[in-house]
């Protein structure tokens, strides 16, 4: 019997462990995948606290050392698929793809969400070469450059007017006839002399030798296809894909409360709608998607954790 069961080696539940193993709560993480979350395959973070101070640090290198301190404190890191759970009794019980069946007093769920992709030839080969999914996270590597933003909604259109402020030009490309954003929104995007807007337009591949060099647009309308190549002196585009993100909540979604969007609904401690069970980072309805914000959200649940536990005032 754990204390604690942590589903998700990202940051969130790296966090989540290092706070409970200094707690000598005795807990078990859990990961079907690399240890490090979609962040692992980041090949520059600079947005995170802490970092090598004026070195490039990929997130590969960050996780890892976030690791380093999870075994530090005697806490394993299992590498199994959880198939099932039972969240509502007092005792949780999550069944593994090894066939072992682990007991919990606590579980935090830290299964995350992945972006929404456009499926296009190409994207999986140059994601991270060009290729982005994060705007916060990767818009200054694109100074100077030219980037385009797929997506219509608020989220795509807010990224590209954040990007303008290291892109040399930013272009909107939209399926549609009109964005589908808020109207101040939309007002304000149009106002910014390095954003363009291309209506009934979408990537039809993705092109490079190394790194994102060329785009195979489509009008949607006339079925017209054209390439797009990079300026010769830069040598690189940047593709920012903003469709939205698939919440990954497929193993508790008949037993925890989520929201309209498929996210878990949580309070301010982390807590879900079930007793003893708790929600971090990507998978829950957070405002910001970031590493920062994970690690945060895991230290606060492994605190509540121990004091629900322990029985301890607040």
Known sequence: MYDLVIIGAGPGGLAAGLYAGRSRLNT???EKDA??????ISDEIENYPGGKAGEPESGKELTDRMKEQVERFNV?????????????????KLELSDGETIEAKAVIVATGANPRKLNVPGEKEFTTKGVSYCATCDGDFFTDLE????????????????LTKFARKVTVLCRREKLRCDAIVEERAKANDKLEIMYHTSIKEIRGSGVVDQLLLVNNETGEEWVYDADEDDGLLGVFVFVGYNPNNELVKDQ?????SGYIITDEYMRTNLKNVYAIGDIRNTVLRQVITAA?????????VEKELKELDY
């Open 28 to 30: 078990l993480i859990i």
């Open 35 to 40: 240890v490090g979350g979609q962040i692992s």
């Open 76 to 92: 394993p890191i299992k590498k199994a698929n959880v198939l099932k759970v039972d969240l509502k009794g007092d005792v949780k």
């Open 147 to 162: 980037v385009f933003v797929v997506g219509a909604r608020n989220s795509a259109v807010e990224e590209a007017m954040y």
């Open 256 to 260: 925890l409360e989520l929201d309209e």
């Open 296 to 304: 945060a959200d895991g230290s606060i649940a492994a605190v509540t």
